[in-house]
């Protein structure tokens, strides 16, 4: 029995005993106000037994296609029950929010739970591993990746989850979400871009200079091992005397605390992946390569710009993928030193001990954090040359 449970594919079994699991924990937690400690409700109670007959029966489809490993009809099936899984999840948790606040207390509040957040886990987790086994279609790929998204933001928009506690708590923050998440874009890509200027600068010379060499990578290892909330403090005094110094620095914004600091601080972070790509990059170029380059009459800026940056931008970008995502997490605690961002919603609900408020900062990141990363991969598989993909 042992054997052919581990015969399946484990990712995917994986998958399907969270999601199981998930079934038994609660889904929703009943309060009476925002900040108050609520009674815990598991899945049969907010769906009834129908509900959870029908989440049961895909959890078991999913594990029976665990032991079908080849074809596409099984993986397309896999990613198609995980996807409904998913949405049927958020339609039950919408649907009981609403039922439940019409019965209760005009205060009350509907919070999402630890199971509900197992089974999104779980649900990811077997569209990952349908995706693994759509490798040579990706048309299939993108239909088994975006399909439960796409239908779970018709929903959003058309308010089906309105009643649920992060849902309303946005609804009082509107204006100020809006303005937040503008904020903490312009804080990474600012910071990301300086970043990217001179960490392909520095990379780009310690390719040129042992000398150089050494020292950049001293100090670009070294800042990564400053923890972020120290470096922002460490900031504020230089650029606090600075400013009293020199009042007109004030005047443009340039201060011990807000976007100063936050921009200077996320852009050291940001070097470290740049100038590592950027020096990786360089350095795999085939000497034979620069070789022939420069045996047919090119010069050496000529050869730089027509065969060395080509051939390594793909991994310079992925260095820049990663500076990206970094930063969209670290500008979270930027909003201690003033800076705002996503992270004054966090920090407010820590304050407050409103866990739907620290969701209300926490979810929009985590959902910038995959739009970055997916739209930078799809920059590096853009530039990188169709020979360099033929080989891979």
Not at 34 to 53: K, T, Y
Not at 275 to 283: A, I, K
Not at 335 to 350: H, M, N, S
Not at 366 to 380: F, K, N, S
């Amino acid at each position: 029995m042992i054997r052919r449970l581990v015969a399946g594919d484990s990712l995917n079994i994986t998958g399907v005993a969270i999601g199981l699991i998930s079934l038994y924990t609660g889904w929703l937690t009943l309060k009476p106000n925002r900040i108050s400690s609520g009674v815990s409700l598991s899945f049969h109670e907010i769906a009834g037994w129908p509900g959870l007959a029908i989440i049961l029966g895909l959890w078991f489809v999913c594990f029976s296609l665990s032991y079908f490993r080849k074809g596409k009809l099984p993986a397309l099936i896999l990613g198609t029950a995980a996807n409904l899984i998913l949405v049927l999840s958020f339609v039950f948790t919408g649907l009981a929010a609403t039922r439940l606040l019409g019965v209760e207390a005009p205060n009350a509040r509907i919070s999402l739970g630890i199971g509900f957040w197992m089974t999104f886990v779980a649900t990811y987790i077997m569209i990952f591993a349908s995706r693994q086994r759509l490798d040579n279609s990706p048309s299939l790929r993108h239909i088994v990746s975006w399909t439960g998204v796409v239908v779970l933001f018709f929903l959003l928009i058309n308010g089906w989850f309105k009643d649920l506690s992060v849902l309303q708590e946005f609804s009082g923050y509107e204006e100020r979400f809006i303005q937040e998440l503008l904020h903490h874009v312009f804080l990474v890509g600012i910071s990301v871009a300086i970043g990217t200027i001179i960490g392909i600068m520095l990379g780009t010379w310690a390719t040129r200079s042992k000398r150089t060499e050494k020292p950049i990578f001293f100090i670009a290892n070294i800042t990564q091992t400053v923890p972020s909330l120290a470096l922002f403090g460490l900031l504020i005094a230089p650029l606090s005397a600075l400013s009293f110094t020199f009042p007109s620095l004030r005047e443009i914004g340039i201060r011990g605390v807000g976007d100063t600091p936050a921009i200077i601080a996320l852009t050291i972070y940001s070097l470290l992946p740049i100038v590592r790509n950027t020096y990786v990059g360089l350095r795999q170029v085939d000497t034979a390569v620069i070789d022939a380059g420069i045996g047919v009459g090119m010069s050496r800026t000529q050869v730089f710009r027509k065969i060395e940056v080509p051939l390594a931008a793909p991994l310079v970008l992925e260095g820049v993928r990663t500076a990206l995502v970094q930063s969209v997490g670290l500008a979270a605690v930027a909003a201690l030193i003033g800076a705002g961002g996503l992270g004054w919603f966090i920090f407010q609900g820590l304050g407050q001990a409103a866990t739907d408020m620290i969701l209300l900062g926490a979810i929009p990141i985590i959902v910038m954090a995959i739009i970055v990363d997916a739209i930078m991969r799809t920059m590096v598989r853009l530039v990188t040359p169709e020979g360099l993909t033929e080989g891979n």
